[in-house]
């Protein structure tokens, strides 16, 4: 499913234009995303948690070439998902 078509679904569901739904989701988007990146861990219950994870230094191999790079440090932003959301997609 990719944005658009979550967009189609909840504006179905919830019997809100596309535009409106759109705009929300574009503000929900840009809230988890502003949360996350001050290092704010983002929780929704029943659903799962959103936050920044580390990734160290480390070494790693041009794949062409064989030759030896340096990755260097990054964070990333990192989804945990919840008992209940784990449940439904294993049919529990």
Do not use: H, W
């Not at 499913?1 to 929900?28: H, P, R």
């Not at 480390?58 to 449940?87: C, L, Y």
């Amino acid at each position: 499913m990719n944005k658009q078509e979550l967009v189609d679904a909840v504006a179905a569901k919830t019997g809100e234009s596309k535009a409106a739904t759109g705009q929300t989701i574009d503000a929900f988007i840009g809230t988890v995303t502003a949360a996350v990146k001050k290092g704010d861990t983002v929780q929704l219950i029943g659903f799962g948690s959103f936050s920044t994870g580390a990734r160290a230094a480390r070494v790693g191999r041009n794949p062409a070439t064989g030759a030896e790079i340096q990755i260097p440090a990054a964070k990333g932003g990192k989804f945990t998902a919840g008992k209940a959301f784990k449940d439904a997609v294993n049919g529990a």
